[in-house]
């Protein structure tokens, strides 16, 4: 664990160490202060304060989402909520630099950049920025017309695939499943949206704290797959995952044993060795 810096406006001198290839233009917000803190250019006392002003946002756009009726939502409302904060913040980390940082990182200007993510009340002054940048009121608005577009389509894929009465006895299989984290459908996430939960599911710090937050955050069968191959799980760490999918969501297990071919693919090895 880092120490809390001292002299740690001395440490802004090191900001040349922050090398482009490290920062993900698609998570620039959350991969830049990831880079920061292992670099000691943000302490933990910073990294707190950040995390306490995110969760600030978060809570506000609950109670707007909700019309202040309830401070809280279900768990897929309070991931998109969050997901539409961080792309707000990624937006105001453009605005400041002009351009995302690769492949020339402009060093005054992530000074600057890193300099208000330790200012008190720092992080909330980048997201109003980042919402003026984008023409946006709040993280809300675009967490709600995401979720609505996404609803739009999958109707629209219904309408056009099933007449009224094989939909009808499609909604009834679904509502009547126990099971609330079948893969049934085709890839739902947008690249920054994906790459964003693969740096979630990263910065994890158990096996299990993963499992969780790919089974909750993750409903399509494409995406699911694609989360096996992205690299964010290791070794026994995909046995946690099958483990838990067996208690929870045993049609997952189903589904990815059909996906079996050559066990060329790590994920399919301890998939094997979780059957055995």
Known sequence: MKK??????????????????????????????????????????????????????????????????????????????????LRVLDSFCISETGNPISPIINENKLTDLIKIFREKG?????????????????AKDIAAEKMAGEMRVTLESFENLYDFDEFVKLENEINSSSQQNNIVSQSV??????????????????????????????????????????????????????????????ETIKFLVSNLENADDEWQEYLIKFLD
Request: hydrophobic share 40%; charged share 25%; with cysteine.
């Open 4 to 85: 809390t810096g001292e002299n740690n406006e001395n440490n802004l001198a090191i900001i040349h160490k922050i090398k482009a290839e490290n920062i993900d233009v698609n998570a620039y917000f959350l991969s830049l202060t990831d880079v920061a803190f292992d670099l000691g250019l943000l302490t933990e006392e910073d990294m707190s304060l950040i995390q306490a002003q995110i969760y600030g946002i978060l809570s506000d756009n609950i109670r707007m989402y909700t019309n202040g009726a309830s401070d809280s939502v279900t768990s897929a409302e309070a991931n998109e909520l969050m997901l539409a904060i």
């Open 122 to 138: 720092g992080i909330l002054n980048c997201y109003e920025k980042g919402l003026k940048f984008i023409d946006k009121t709040s």
């Open 189 to 250: 996430m947008t690249d920054m949206d994906f790459n964003i939960l693969c740096e979630k599911i990263s910065k994890c710090r158990t096996a299990e704290k993963k499992a969780e937050l790919i089974i909750k955050s993750i409903s399509s069968a494409g995406d699911f797959l694609d989360i096996l191959n992205a690299q964010c799980l290791f070794g026994d760490e995909y046995l946690a995952l099958y483990q838990k999918l067996s208690v929870e969501s045993p």
